[in-house]
Antibody, heavy 121, light 110 residues
Framework: EVQLMESGGGLVQPGGSLRLSCAAS????????MGWVRQAPGEGLEWVSS????????YYADSVKGRFTISRENRKNTVYLQMNSLTDEDTAVYFC??????????????WGKGTTVTVSS | QSVLTQPPSVSAAPGQNVAISCSGS????????VSWYQQVPGTAPKLLIY???MRPSGIPDRFSGSKSGTSATLGITGLQTGDEADYYC???????????FGGGTKLSVL
C-alpha cells in the first residue's frame, strides 16, 4: 500500500524557518516526482512545489519562490520542504503528494494526511 | 484568484447527475493533462480523474472527465449522499512553470 507521512509542522514566529519531511513507502520512490500542496484554513488547494524523480529538477509557486526549497533523499524515501522567512500567509495544512510522472508532480496520485504549519507571534 | 475557474458550488438531488466545469487557458488546460480531486472536509484530497478522462483503480465509473480546448468537466452520475465534498481541478501551467488548481466546487447532495 502506498503511504505518505508528513512531519515537522508546528507553530513558528513570523520570519522563522521550518523543515517539513515526508516519508514514503509502498512504491519505488526514486521513480516518481514528488510535490507539496498547501491549504490555508477555509481556503482551497494551492500547489507549492515539485521535484523530479532522479535529476531533482525543482519547480515552485511564485508565492514561495526564493523562500522555500524542496529536496529529496531517494535512499531514505523522503522528500523535504525547507521553509524560510515565513509569514502568516504561509499558515496552512501542508500535504505531500506522489506525482504520476517522473519529471514534475502536476497530477498527484496519492496524498499524505498533511501536517499543520501555523505562523504566529 | 485561482488560475483555473470553477463554480463555487453546485447541488443536486440523490440519483441525479451533475457536471462541474473548470476553465483555463492555452498555457494550462489547453496544453496539459487535467486531473480532478475529491476532498471531504478535514481529510486529504483524493485523485478521481487523471489524464483528462482516466480513472484510478477503485474509482467508480459514475465519475468521468472530459476536456475540450481550454476547459474541462467532471461528471458525476447517480449522485449519492457520500459524494458531498469539495472538488478541485488541477493541471500544469507552462507560463508559470508550476502546478495550478481551481478554486474548488462544493457539491451538495440535497
Amino acid at each position: 500500500e502506498v503511504q505518505l507521512m508528513e512531519s515537522g509542522g508546528g507553530l513558528v514566529q513570523p520570519g522563522g524557518s521550518l523543515r517539513l519531511s515526508c516519508a514514503a513507502s509502498g512504491f519505488t520512490f526514486s521513480k516518481y516526482a514528488m510535490g507539496w500542496v498547501r491549504q490555508a484554513p477555509g481556503e482551497g488547494l494551492e500547489w507549492v512545489s515539485s521535484i523530479g524523480a532522479s535529476d531533482g529538477t525543482t519547480y515552485y509557486a511564485d508565492s514561495v519562490k526564493g523562500r522555500f526549497t524542496i529536496s529529496r533523499e531517494n535512499r531514505k524515501n523522503t522528500v523535504y520542504l525547507q521553509m524560510n522567512s515565513l509569514t502568516d500567509e504561509d499558515t496552512a495544512v501542508y500535504f505531500c503528494a506522489k506525482g504520476l510522472g517522473v519529471i514534475r508532480a502536476a497530477q498527484l496520485a496519492v496524498w499524505g494526511k498533511g501536517t499543520t504549519v501555523t505562523v504566529s507571534s | 484568484q485561482s488560475v483555473l475557474t470553477q463554480p463555487p458550488s453546485v447541488s443536486a438531488a440523490p440519483g441525479q447527475n451533475v457536471a462541474i466545469s473548470c476553465s483555463g487557458s492555452s498555457s494550462n488546460i489547453g496544453n496539459n493533462y487535467v486531473s480532478w480531486y475529491q476532498q471531504v472536509p478535514g481529510t486529504a484530497p483524493k485523485l478521481l480523474i487523471y489524464d483528462n478522462n482516466m480513472r484510478p483503480s477503485g474509482i467508480p465509473d459514475r465519475f468521468s472527465g472530459s476536456k475540450s480546448g481550454t476547459s474541462a468537466t467532471l461528471g458525476i452520475t447517480g449522485l449519492q449522499t457520500g459524494d458531498e465534498a469539495d472538488y478541485y481541478c488541477g493541471t500544469w501551467d507552462n507560463s508559470l512553470s508550476a502546478g495550478v488548481f481551481g478554486g474548488g466546487t462544493k457539491l451538495s447532495v440535497l
